[in-house]
């Protein structure tokens, strides 16, 4: 398992220790209909959506992750700004998970803004080594879910913005009962759904940071798949041997058929094969005009087509 893969299994780790829920405590302001926060989206769906964050006197370019079970910032960066805490002094609840990784830290963050919305986190802040995502994107660190689901967000594919409102906005209900919803459920800590296939259901992740196809699926639900006739086609890339001459992991994809969420068919998705839990990513919610997040009703509601635009497997297979 690879570094990203260990920090999204340390996440869900952290939201069970926290003891949270996707029914947040967090008391939404009634104030007027301006958004609280508005991030741009970037038109390519295969780079991560980036909210700057401030803290103090810095601006974080933080990855919106609700893959992601905490405020996680790059381990140089958190060495560089923020005042470490100790392990055991972060929460009465820390998973044995994070206490045994040597590789994981804690900092103190008393508050952060993201445009117009102020949160003081209770908890401490965590920190590993963020590797290539934070050379290639030039990322600070990951915005979670803890925070991410204290507002409800309304993720619009057509001005390329994701606007975050207060629970009982007016514009959160408008957009609700203008969408089809499915309820939120909790997917190793994180936010998911179910996928119909037949009679059966199949629980995802929904991870804003997953940027391969339209997501990935764990070798043990792809079989799963299979043996209900969802499996249209798989095939393997073989990527090229490293700058160091040694050969690189193939990835394994599947394109799914038979598989629907909600009154939408999701036919021709093509997901990539992890051994992390099954997630659906960036790929999938740009296939729809407008997504909302609804954490204030615990719901994800997206318009009711009939179907979504396939993808083209044989384009990630090439080289």
Known sequence: MNRAMQLKSLAGAVVSAMALSLTFSAQASQGGEKPLAVIDLPADATTPVIATMKVGGHDYRM????????????LPIAERDLAPVPMDATSSAN???LQGDPGVRSFKVKKFTVDGWT??????????????????YGVDGLLGVPYLAQLSWHWDNRSRQLRGYPYKSKAIADLRSQLHCEQLLQVDGVPGIALTVGKEQALFAIDTSQMI????????????LSAHDAIRATGTRNPP???DGQPQSPTHFAQLRNVSLGPTRLDGLVLGEADANSRLGRGLLAKFNEVLLDFGS????FPAVAEVTA????GYLAD
């Open 213 to 224: 196809a339209s997501g990935n699926i764990h070798p043990t639900i792809r079989r799963a």
């Open 119 to 136: 949160v003081r986190p209770k908890h401490a802040a965590y920190a590993v080594d963020l590797g290539p995502m934070a050379k290639e």
């Open 241 to 243: 041997a490293n700058a």
């Open 95 to 97: 998973p044995k998970e």
């Open 311 to 314: 993808d083209d497997l044989s």
């Open 298 to 301: 615990n719901q994800v509601c």
């Open 63 to 74: 990855v919106v992750d609700t893959g992601a079970g905490n405020l996680f910032f790059h």
